[in-house]
């Protein structure tokens, strides 16, 4: 048996972590679709790698209980990526907090039931999460700590009017809900930490660059002091640092890897600032 990588959601930058992190290990992937956790799979095997394809929905605690059964079948689980979501183009309010908020949460609690000894975790959240308007230290600590089954009923959460919003807020909360679940993973050893990228070259990418929000992620790009979107290499990069041996000290803590855009977004030219 070896040690084993899960990865949530079989899409560019999920695949790009798995490579930089599994050398040596049996990759788990599943996705929504079978056919997406086949066909990366596919490629992770033609590049050397044991893996085993499921489809998993994250939004269901059942079917996550089902995808650690299946990892522990291959053998003991050092590393989880949570890459899987959907953003405001692709969904209603409903579904989006169903999946990129409680789905998160819920499955971080069971990864933590499980995680071996050394083991890691990373959140793949997003820049979203510090655009949205300011809430309260207790609306902070809630999103972090309270019971994933409670999040979906508290007022501030339930009161969400626009998928964009509803996207902040899950996002939000995956930036905090690592924090609180860093204190749990620590008891079997383990760490957890989130990445908040910018605009990443992937397929939801595109669905934003050219949906119904076009001309604002266009705007942002254009103006984000990198001059350039980001690649799910580069956000591998990073989460091999975090997951690796050299970030041994880091648990608890949101990366945010933007190209810029959330410094230009508070503090360029057109923020309103002196």
Sequence with gaps: MKDVTVVLGAGGIGLAIARRISSGRHVLLADHRQEAADAAAKL????????????????????????????QERGAIKALVQAAGVSPSQAPIEAILKVDLYGTAMLLEEFGKVMAQGGSGVVISSQSGYRMPALTAAQDALLATAPAEDLLALDFVRNVTSTL??????????????????????????????????????????????????????????????????????????????????????????????????????????????
């Design 44 to 71: 992770l095997e033609l590049a050397g790698f044991e893996t085993t394809a499921m489809r998993a929905d994250v939004s269901d605690r059942s079917t996550i209980q089902a995808v650690i059964r299946k990892a």
């Design 165 to 274: 919003h509803a996207y902040q807020m899950s996002k939000r909360c995956n930036s905090l809900r690592v924090r609180g679940e860093a204190i749990h993973w620590a008891k079997r050893g383990a760490r957890i930490n989130a990445i908040s990228p910018g605009i990443i070259v992937t397929p939801l990418a595109h669905d934003e660059l050219h949906g119904e929000r076009a001309d604002f992620y266009q705007a942002m790009l254009k103006k984000m002091p990198a001059g350039r979107a980001g690649t799910p290499d580069e956000i591998a990069a990073l989460a091999a640092l975090i997951m690796g041996p050299e970030g041994s000290f880091i648990t608890g803590s949101d990366f945010l890897i933007d190209g810029g855009a959330t410094a230009n977004f508070y503090y360029g030219p057109d923020a309103g600032h002196s």
